[in-house]
């Protein structure tokens, strides 16, 4: 599903020059479930970005499937994102002035659909991450777990092959954390998406098949939990 061969990302110039990182070569299979540790500053952000079309790579190739994400432009990378990915961050990027539903339905709006229908979709989609009864509030009436289930539902509503989290969990409690984690796994056995983590938290990384430890923008880790 995704593989990646010398992988390298640079930034900065000069004296501040900064090489993110080093030559990555890898493969993640299809309905894997991966977390990607290690300490801040060690290139997991950056190779989550690349692999998802968000950052350009500097030397490299990328590929989800057949399509070489490394030679297309920025319109085809977007159209990719909206029809093949999902993405869930630690400060959920929700638009405060939109209500639940409407942002959740932001991607399928964005291909075309009608707003009746979205809503329908949106609505569903919340009521998979329990919050059917929360469409109409706005994120500022939600609870920061609260929020973070609005921008999950908002990922899977497309139904996408692969969804990337960056520390999605970063600004939640142990409880609620728990429960986010236990939705995108939900995600994962139902309807076999692909799920990429970015953590530091060693107990999530622990839920998940496949753990890639990183170090100064190189892969010094990349194992089975189950070992």
Not at 33 to 58: F, N, Q, W, Y
Not at 160 to 182: F, H, N, R, S, Y
Request: include cysteine; glycine fraction near 10%; charge should be neutral.
């Amino acid at each position: 599903m995704i593989r990646m061969n010398g992988l390298s990302k640079t930034f900065g110039v000069g004296q501040a020059k900064t090489r993110a990182l080093k030559q990555i070569s890898m493969e993640i299979s299809a309905g894997e479930t991966v977390s990607i540790t290690g300490p801040s500053g060690c290139g997991k952000t950056t190779l989550l970005h690349l692999l998802a079309g968000i950052e350009r790579m500097d030397e490299g190739e990328v590929w989800i499937g057949e399509t070489a994400i490394h030679m297309l432009d920025e319109d085809e990378l977007s159209k990719l994102r909206l029809e093949k990915m999902g993405f869930v961050f630690q400060s959920y990027h929700l638009i405060p002035v939109l209500r639940a539903w409407e942002n959740v339905a932001l991607p399928i709006i964005a291909r075309g659909m009608n707003r009746k229908e979205a809503r329908e979709k949106a609505v569903e989609a919340l009521k998979l991450v329990g919050l059917a009864e929360r469409a109409e509030r706005y994120p500022s009436e939600l609870s920061g777990g609260q929020n973070q289930r609005v921008a999950i539902a908002r990922a899977i509503i497309g139904e996408p092959k692969i969804l990337w989290a960056d520390e999605p969990t970063g600004a939640l409690d142990t409880g609620t954390a728990d429960q986010i984690i236990g939705l995108l796994e939900m995600l994962n056995s139902h309807y076999g998406t692909t799920l990429v983590i970015v953590t530091h938290d060693s107990h999530i990384a622990a839920r998940m098949n496949r753990t890639i430890r990183m170090q100064e923008g190189r892969i010094i880790h990349d194992g089975s939990t189950s070992l």
